[in-house]
């Protein structure tokens, strides 16, 4: 079975640029998350979305947005790029949003602003 | 405000004798707990998994430990192996919203040696 995965796996971009990251989700889950790992921290959490509806959002400025299409599958968009979004963005599924559900992730997308 | 800590940033351990990774938390409303394990350049693994409820949930080599009343947890592996040498991510789901929806510690670099 296919795990989650994640396009592009690397991606270079100029400042002020807007970049598109795009997930499909493990096959019957419906609920899938995105976080923003920079080098030497956890991944930290920037959206989470259930049933193509947004259910939370981490403390990120408003040029991160996302979205969840009828199959399940997910994009993050970044715009006006900034050195500071450089990291490591990783995409997350899981079958339900209670509590006890463990969270299956991808390999994630290195980005790179120059 | 680091809602869940890992306080070691790095640990080694030989092969064959125990590894034991500790996480802190302050929130009171994180009732769910995952440990995660990334090798470089490749998304975290989901290890295993405790619910509030619980103080103790094994598989295999690998058992969590939750006291609840001094918010800590903790990760044993044993026998440690050389393959398990990579970052130890801890993290905590809410109450509310939860599944899909965490808060990472920093990580602990454990290293298993010959």
């Known amino acids: 079975d296919a795990g989650v995965t994640q396009s592009p796996t690397h991606l270079i971009k100029t400042r002020g640029q807007h970049v598109t990251l795009r997930c499909s989700p493990i096959?019957?889950?419906?609920?899938v998350s995105w976080y923003q790992q920079v080098l030497g921290q956890g991944p930290q959490f920037i959206f989470q979305y259930y049933e193509k509806e947004e259910r939370g959002r981490g403390n990120f400025p408003d040029r991160f947005s996302a979205r969840q299409f009828p199959n399940y599958s997910s994009e993050l968009n970044v715009n006006a790029l900034l050195l500071g979004d450089s990291a490591l963005y990783l995409c997350?599924?899981?079958?339900?949003?209670?509590?006890?559900?463990?969270?299956?992730f991808g390999q994630g997308t290195r980005l790179t602003v120059v | 405000d680091q809602q869940v800590k890992q306080n070691s940033p790095s640990l080694s351990v030989q092969e064959g004798r125990i590894s034991i990774l500790n996480c802190d938390y302050t929130?009171?409303?994180?009732?769910?707990f995952l440990w995660y394990k990334k090798y470089p350049a490749e998304g975290p693994t989901f290890l295993i998994s405790i619910s509030s409820i619980k103080d103790k949930n094994e598989d295999g080599r690998f058992t969590v430990f939750l006291n609840k009343s001094a918010k800590h947890l903790s990760l044993h592996i044993v026998p440690s192996q050389p393959g398990d040498s990579a970052v130890y991510f801890c993290?905590?789901?809410?109450?509310?919203?939860?599944?899909?929806?965490?808060?990472f510690g920093t990580g602990t670099q454990l290293k298993v040696e010959l």
């Open positions: 993290a905590a789901s809410p109450v509310t919203g939860g599944g899909n929806k965490l808060t």
């Open positions: 929130n009171s409303m994180f009732d769910y």
């Open positions: 096959s019957g889950h419906k609920s």
């Open positions: 997350a599924s899981s079958l339900r949003v209670t509590t006890n559900t463990e969270a299956f």
